[in-house]
């Protein structure tokens, strides 16, 4: 079909642009790879497992959901208000994950990609695109896996070379494996019901998974990818064991908030498993990212208490991300400054996170709808998080330094008036933000339809 603005790349981002545009009453061509049965091979990643649109490849959480106290429970929120496809596709696939917002993944992709294929003006096109199109509106939305052709083409047009970090997979565990005459159900503090499985560790058993940690024989990188840094929300555990022997004991093994039903104390040190499906048969291991072989990730996780058993549906893994410096190449509408036909949405902006990608990916659609309509979107507050996350990717962060990063109410203006306490001004950011949505909400309304 004809189109009026052309999205590459099938991922969250993509999917939730598509959606956006397609509301909007604008024809969309949606480019994604996976799936074209290309002759040359390059029509997957080293991530992805099938050829559906919004695929999730690592955890399958969205994170908090609590829109009152968390910054990503207030994304979460804003998404909703501005009709996201994203979040209504979880949210009718959400397994329990205490305050969380889990998925059972692949019936959240299926029903990404269904509702989408079912758009009348959307058309999904198996392809992969070398090139940066060279008019036409885009929305180049290809997330951290982009094809080589392609991120030589930004590369061109950018005049400055891709940064880069690593990301890693936690390993899936089948539930029948588990032995739960060891471990527990419960959630920390016993927020949001009994959730999580809980695999208890003494001192001992905790000192001995740290060395056996250590020790793994590890992914050997390629010269080129050496000195990429890893993102520290996403960090693999064998190097987090690496930075002290505690380390673990403060980050995904803490034992605090759980308390053991055999003995009614913490454990020294804990680890989570979090429902993955919606049948509860999967089960992911919590925090636990790795570039150990998979040889070594059998050996050392089934030292786990009550994981002795475990059968892995699947192993962890890892993969190299890439990522624009958006503050310095993207303009406030995240427009490429050196070909404003030009926009980038998705982790490939150097945002991090699943429902940040697909944040990014709704606020590019409803800049380009505007745009094709012959109007000007007024700028979205930055004390909303989505325009927090927005104005940290277009010009608040330091372009030098430039990281990816994850919503959090640091990225939002100060609070005016006395300093209060933590709990509470959680709450005056929350509630801040949803005034100011609420304003933008009305000013777009009030906008002349062109």
Known sequence: MTHDIHIIGGGLAGSEAAWQLAEAGLRVRLSEMRGANLPDGGDTTPAHDSDRLAEMVCSNSFRSDDAE??????????????????????????????????????AFAAEVTSRIAAHPNIAVVRERVDALPASGLTIVATGPLTAPGLAESIAAATGSDALAFFDAIAPIIHRDSVDMDICWMAARWDKGGKDYI??????????????????????????????????????????????????????????????????????????????????????????????????????????????????????????????????????????LKALPHIRFAG??????????????????????????????????????????LLAHITGGAQAETYQPMNINFGLMPPLDGPKSKKADRKKLYTGRAREALADWIEAVALEPAI
Request: proline share 6%.
């Open 69 to 106: 106290n968390n910054a990503v429970g207030l994304l979460h929120q804003e998404m909703r208000t501005l009709g996201s496809l994203v979040l209504s596709a979880a949210d009718q696939h959400r397994v329990p994950a205490g305050s969380a917002l889990a998925v059972d993944r692949e």
């Open 198 to 335: 809980n695999c208890p560790m003494t001192k001992e058993q905790y000192d001995a998974f740290v060395a056996a940690l250590n020790d793994g024989e590890k992914t050997e990188f390629k010269e080129w990818e050496k000195d990429t840094p890893y993102f520290e929300g996403c960090m693999p555990i064998e190097v987090m064991a690496e930075r002290g022997v505690e380390t673990l004991r403060y980050g995904p093994m803490k034992g605090v908030g759980l308390d053991d039903p055999k003995t009614g104390r913490w454990p020294y040190a804990c680890v989570q498993l979090r429902q993955d499906n919606a049948l509860g048969t999967l089960w992911n291991m919590v925090g636990f990212q790795t570039k150990l072989k998979h040889g070594d990730q059998v050996r050392i996780f089934r030292t786990i208490p009550g994981l002795e058993d475990a059968e892995f549906a699947r192993l962890g893994g890892i993969h190299r991300n890439s990522f624009i410096r958006s503050p310095e190449l993207l303009d406030g509408e995240l427009r």
């Open 347 to 388: 982790q490939i902006t150097g945002c991090e996170g699943y429902v940040e990608s697909a944040g990014i990916g709704l606020l590019a659609a409803r800049f380009a709808a505007a745009q094709a309509k012959g109007r000007t979107l007024p700028s979205l507050p930055p004390e909303t998080a989505l325009g927090a």
